[in-house]
């Protein structure tokens, strides 16, 4: 069974800290992807990557940056967090035309 | 661009009545059509998929047929149970594109 790992399943932090969101999958998938997802509004694309350092930009990148440093490891990094970050962030992977695999979720508040 | 859209929710139903989710697509080519479900708690997992014209995804007791001519890929259950209640997304790629989501349909079944 694919497995998707996102470090924390609940985070708080304060205005203006540098948040690091974690994901690991550990099916040699090329593809990762960072949404979030809000209510009302379903899940949105932040970014994606098709390959090691190779990343793309989703529907809604501003204020987030990304690093794949290694196949396994996709991060999402809030530069600046602010309150209309809070949401609750979703990793998927996936490999050519499969369906995407998710981890749980990390529920990100930002205070 | 491409884009999925599902009805509101929440929907609330006694155990063993009939669940239909409508889902409707606007896409350029031919997209490839998915159910997700997210449980309670849990990230999104693959429901059922249809990759072209007439195919009938089935899972778990749920259908969708992807629909050409009215762009839809409606899902459906004959009978449902309280172990279905969760929230239920329309998906859709064109291509090799990301996953493009509808909004959610929250579906409660009561016993």
């Known amino acids: 069974d694919v497995k998707v790992t996102q470090s924390s399943r609940y985070l708080v932090k304060r205005t203006g800290e540098k948040v690091f969101l974690e994901c690991v999958q550990d099916?040699?998938?090329?593809?990762m992807f960072w949404y979030r997802q809000d209510p009302g509004l379903g899940l949105r694309l932040i970014y994606f990557s098709y390959d090691v350092k190779m990343k793309e930009k989703g529907d809604i990148p501003e204020g987030y940056s990304v690093s794949r440093e290694k196949k396994e490891r996709f991060s999402l990094i809030l530069e600046s967090a602010s309150t209309n970050q809070t949401s609750m962030y979703l990793c998927?992977?996936?490999?050519?035309?499969?369906?995407?695999?998710f981890g749980n979720g990390t529920r990100l508040t930002v205070t | 661009g491409d884009s999925v859209t599902q009805m509101e929710g929440p929907v609330t139903l006694s155990e063993e009545a009939f669940l239909t989710i409508n889902c409707t697509y606007t896409?350029?080519?031919?997209?490839?059509l998915f159910w997700y479900v997210q449980y309670p708690g849990e990230g999104l997992q693959l429901l059922l998929k249809?990759?072209?014209?007439?195919d009938k995804g089935s899972n778990k007791g749920f259908e969708a047929t992807y629909r050409k001519e009215t762009t839809s890929f409606h899902l459906e259950k004959g009978s449902v149970q309280v172990s279905d209640s969760a929230v239920y997304f329309c998906?859709?790629?064109?291509?090799?594109?990301?996953?493009?989501f509808g909004k959610g349909t929250r579906l409660s079944v009561i016993a």
């Open positions: 099916m040699d998938h090329e593809n």
């Open positions: 249809a990759t072209k014209a007439d």
């Open positions: 998927a992977s996936s490999s050519g035309g499969s369906p995407l695999h």
């Open positions: 998906a859709l790629t064109s291509g090799n594109t990301p996953l493009v």
């Open positions: 896409a350029t080519g031919y997209p490839s």
